[in-house]
T-cell receptor, first 113, second 111 residues
Framework: EAQVTQNPRYLITVTGKKLTVTCSQN?????MSWYRQDPGLGLRQIYY???????DKGDVPEGYKVSRKEKRNFPLILESPSPNQTSLYFC????????????FGEGSWLTVV | QKEVEQNSGPLSVPEGAIASLNCTYS??????FFWYRQYSGKSPELIMS????GDKEDGRFTAQLNKASQYVSLLIRDSQPSDSATYLC???????????FGIGTKLQVIP
């Protein structure tokens, strides 16, 4: 079954405590990305990756890091989380091309207190 | 001006009616257009994709694209209460490098 798996699904953490949200896809997709979704602001792209070792900033990259060492994995790293990073996060992957489908993970609810 | 604009709604329609959802975009270089449905707290799921001017139909759903007017719409015929969700318009510009979502329109289908 085609899947994008992200963990943890729910997390409450404290300001400044580094955390990583993992993302893995089993579709051999080249493209992966991270989004955050906030009320009234919609889905905003944080970072994206076009292939192994190739990443670039999206619309809201501040406070986040990513890495793409393997094709299937694309972790999101919050080095020093702050309360304004409290959000619903989605990992996504696609094969590329004009009409391709973007597959989303189930989402990770992150609360920073 | 936002790159992809949608009315946040809510848009309320009676069961069995046609729901019309609209989206405008600012970048004339945009190439691919998508409609996603998102239930509260869940991940978006693809309903339709379109990249040529005109209409594209899939069951009860019809996507319409007008690149000259920079406008894409989604029609849902015979609306059902299960169609109640937020509908996200997504636009791809420059290959995969730029994927921009609208804020979504909340649709409520009243039984």
């Amino acid at each position: 079954e085609a899947q994008v798996t992200q963990n943890p699904r729910y997390l409450i953490t404290v300001t400044g405590k580094k955390l990583t949200v993992t993302c893995s896809q089993n579709m051999n997709h080249e493209y992966m990305s991270w989004y955050r979704q906030d009320p009234g602001l919609g889905l905003r792209q944080i970072y994206y990756s076009m292939n192994v070792e190739v990443t670039d900033k999206g619309d809201v990259p501040e406070g986040y890091k990513v890495s793409r060492k393997e094709k299937r994995n694309f972790p999101l790293i919050l080095e020093s989380p702050s309360p304004n990073q409290t959000s619903l996060y989605f990992c996504a992957s696609s094969s590329g091309g004009l009409g391709n489908t973007i597959y989303f993970g189930e989402g990770s609810w992150l609360t920073v207190v | 001006q936002k790159e992809v604009e949608q009315n946040s709604g809510p848009l309320s329609v009676p069961e069995g009616a046609i729901a019309s959802l609209n989206c405008t975009y600012s970048d004339r270089g945009s190439q691919s257009f998508f409609w996603y449905r998102q239930y509260s707290g869940k991940s978006p799921e693809l309903i339709m994709s379109i990249y040529s001017n005109g209409d594209k139909e899939d069951g009860r759903f019809t996507a319409q694209l007008n690149k000259a007017s920079q406008y894409v719409s989604l029609l849902i015929r015979d609306s059902q209460p299960s169609d109640s969700a937020t509908y996200l318009c997504a636009v791809i510009t420059g290959g995969y490098q730029k994927v921009t979502f609208g804020i979504g329109t909340k649709l409520q289908v009243i039984p």
